[in-house]
């Protein structure tokens, strides 16, 4: 059975910094195209960065772009989110997804069949 478990989550201050983990269990996430997702209250789950196998080719939405920073070792069966200047409209549950059916990643949530928990972020301003 795989797992992905994610860390890293808290309550930052505007402006501040922010880096959200994920780990997969029982299988390499090397096979896995994957991505994170977020869900802020009250609102649908968005897009937010994605990331093939290899680590070649990363996707992000607009939103984030140019603050956030998706990248994996699949050494460490690991997936990470490094968020820079941060705002209170990126306050949302974060989740990672995994899709075993490529190594590519998708933008649709649809696309994937592994999700983990979720860790809350909060950014306060």
């Known amino acids: 059975q795989v797992l992905l478990v994610e860390s890293g989550g808290g309550v930052v201050v505007a402006g501040d910094s922010l880096k959200i983990s994920c780990r997969v269990s029982g299988h390499s996430p090397g096979a896995y195209g994957m991505a994170w997702f977020r869900q802020a209250s009250g609102k649908e789950r968005e897009f937010v960065a994605g990331i093939n196998w290899s680590g070649s080719n990363t996707d992000y939405s607009d939103s984030v772009k140019g603050r956030f920073t998706i990248s994996r070792d699949n050494a460490e069966h690991s997936l990470f989110l490094q968020m820079n200047s941060l705002k209170p409209e990126d306050t949302a549950v974060y989740s990672c997804?995994?899709?075993?059916?490529?190594?590519?990643?998708?933008?649709?949530?649809?696309?994937?069949?592994?999700w983990g928990q979720g860790t809350q972020v909060t950014v306060s301003s």
């Open positions: 997804a995994a899709r075993s059916s490529s190594l590519d990643y998708s933008r649709s949530a649809s696309a994937y069949n592994l």
